[in-house]
T-cell receptor, first 113, second 118 residues
Framework: AQSVTQLDSQVPVFEEAPVELRCNYS??????LFWYVQYPNQGLQLLLK??????LVKGINGFEAEFNKSQTSFHLRKPSVHISDTAEYFC???????????FGAGTTVTVRA | GAVVSQHPSWVICKSGTSVKIECRSL??????MFWYRQFPKQSLMLMAT?????????EQGVEKDKFLINHASLTLSTLTVTSAHPEDSSFYIC??????????????FGPGTRLTVL
């Protein structure tokens, strides 16, 4: 079984400032890692995923994340946020051969002008 | 591509009635679909895995007789909340797994269905 911990429940940030959302996972086997964004009353949209290869993953809307196997982390970053980035962000993990996703509790990002 | 729809987007029903929610993959075939439940300000909790042509696999603690899942085709899964009660009020989200090359491990999510039971 795997689990995900998102270390920050809420992250307020000013427009054009950088943001980092932290995610740690635990698993006894190799994993795939995902970041999703959810806008109010909507489903989830994939920001980026790590399946294999380069540990630095670039996604949509200027987001990127780095997989760190030794620290079992997959932190999400964006160098300059916009008001439109205000949303809920979820880190998720699935194990090789098991396509179920386990989600973290979510991080609420609020971008202020 | 890889669009998943849900219908209805919101529904209000009386306690004791049943409600059916549809999840469709619009431009790909999904042998596996997943149903999640999300309470306000909380994360998604997996309820069940729906496999085309076979019985759904429910997560521990989810009542299979209350949440009936049918996956009759490669593009449609339905969730029926039977004898709904106010505590069943929630946001229900489905996802579909596209087994096409390049999307092997990705789930595509529907927009969700808001259920309110009065």
């Amino acid at each position: 079984a795997q689990s995900v911990t998102q270390l920050d429940s809420q992250v307020p940030v000013f427009e054009e400032a950088p943001v980092e959302l932290r995610c740690n996972y635990s698993s006894s086997v190799s994993v795939y890692l995902f970041w999703y964004v959810q806008y109010p009353n909507q489903g989830l949209q994939l920001l980026l995923k790590y399946l294999s290869g380069s540990t630095l993953v670039k996604g949509i809307n200027g987001f990127e994340a780095e997989f760190n196997k030794s620290q079992t982390s997959f932190h999400l970053r964006k160098p300059s946020v916009h008001i439109s980035d205000t949303a809920e962000y979820f880190c998720a993990v699935s194990s090789f051969g098991d396509y179920k996703l386990s989600f973290g509790a979510g991080t609420t990002v609020t971008v202020r002008a | 591509g890889a669009v998943v729809s849900q219908h209805p987007s919101w529904v209000i029903c009386k306690s004791g009635t049943s409600v059916k929610i549809e999840c469709r993959s619009l431009d790909f075939q999904a042998t596996t679909m997943f149903w999640y439940r999300q309470f306000p300000k909380q994360s998604l909790m997996l309820m069940a895995t729906s496999n085309e042509g076979s019985k759904a696999t429910y997560e521990q603690g989810v009542e299979k007789d209350k949440f009936l899942i049918n996956h009759a085709s490669l593009t449609l899964s339905t969730l029926t909340v039977t004898s709904a009660h106010p505590e069943d009020s929630s946001f229900y989200i489905c996802s579909a797994r596209d087994v096409g090359q390049g999307n092997y491990n990705e789930q595509f999510f529907g927009p969700g269905t808001r259920l309110t039971v009065l």
